[in-house]
C-alpha cells in the first residue's frame, strides 16, 4: 500500500473551529469514502495532539478568518498511519 499525506488544520470563525482536512490531488484509489478517511485523518490528528489545550490556544490566540496548519499526516487506506508532522498551532 502507499500512505497519501493530508494537510490539516483549524479555521477559526465567528462561531466555531473547523477541522480541516487537505486532501492530495493524486490520492490513492484505496481511499473511496470521503467521510471515511475524514475521520481516520481526524483521528490520527487528536490521539497525537491534545485536542482541548490545541483548540482553547487557537481559539484565544486566532482572529476569525484564520486558519492555522497542524501539519501533516501520511494514511494507508487501511487506516495506518505510515507518518506525522504536527505541531499544536500555537
Do not use: N, Y
Not at 462561531?15 to 490520492?27: A, G, K, N, Q, W
Not at 484505496?30 to 482553547?56: C, N, Y
Amino acid at each position: 500500500m502507499c500512505a497519501d499525506t493530508f494537510g490539516v488544520g483549524i479555521r477559526v470563525t465567528d462561531e466555531e473551529l473547523e477541522f480541516l482536512v487537505r486532501v492530495p490531488s493524486d490520492i490513492d484509489a484505496g481511499w473511496t469514502d470521503p467521510e471515511v478517511f475524514q475521520s481516520l485523518v481526524a483521528e490520527a490528528v487528536w490521539d497525537r495532539l491534545d485536542r482541548r489545550v490545541v483548540l482553547e490556544s487557537i481559539a484565544a490566540k486566532h482572529d476569525p478568518g484564520d486558519t492555522v496548519s497542524l501539519g501533516t499526516v501520511s494514511l494507508e487506506p487501511d487506516g495506518t498511519v505510515a507518518d506525522h508532522r504536527l505541531e499544536d498551532g500555537t
